[in-house]
């Protein structure tokens, strides 16, 4: 799965649409988190027909978590970009991905991916956590 999503997210930076569409489940669609506003739902052919006009100059996973269960994986990605806007859109910075694999027909596949920026490091989370553990 690791090298899968690795080779999804090239054909991404290259805006192979034939390639980065042979990743994808029928059903794939992206979810977009935007403060203040309702989640945004991308489907497929939308995503497709934007992907040319996605101009990256500087992409990098900084982590990667894979689990899988069966014939379903999500993967979590932290990734750093500079880009163009996209429509106006600020696609630069930390995000936040995970995207959820289906195992069909012998193959794996992208059924949705989930994007958000990161959250701010203030406290370290897992100290938080502990903390709020300590003070029961």
């Not at 894979?66 to 696609?91: F, H, K, M």
């Amino acid at each position: 799965i690791e090298n899968m999503e690795r080779l999804w997210n090239d054909a991404i930076l290259r805006r192979d649409v034939d390639s980065a569409a042979s990743f994808q489940a029928s059903e794939f669609r992206l979810v977009i988190g935007v403060e203040g506003q309702s989640l945004q739902v991308i489907p497929k052919e939308l995503w497709l027909s934007a992907l040319p006009r996605y101009v990256i100059h500087d992409h990098e996973i900084t982590d990667m978590h894979v689990s899988i269960w069966n014939d379903l994986a999500v993967v979590t990605l932290a990734i750093t970009q500079a880009a163009e806007p996209l429509n106006g859109r600020d696609i630069s910075g930390n995000f936040l991905i995970t995207d959820i694999w289906v195992f069909r027909n012998e193959k794996w596949l992208v059924a949705e991916r989930h994007s958000s920026r990161q959250e701010k490091a203030s406290v370290a989370v897992r100290e938080a956590f502990q903390a709020f553990d300590r003070g029961r």
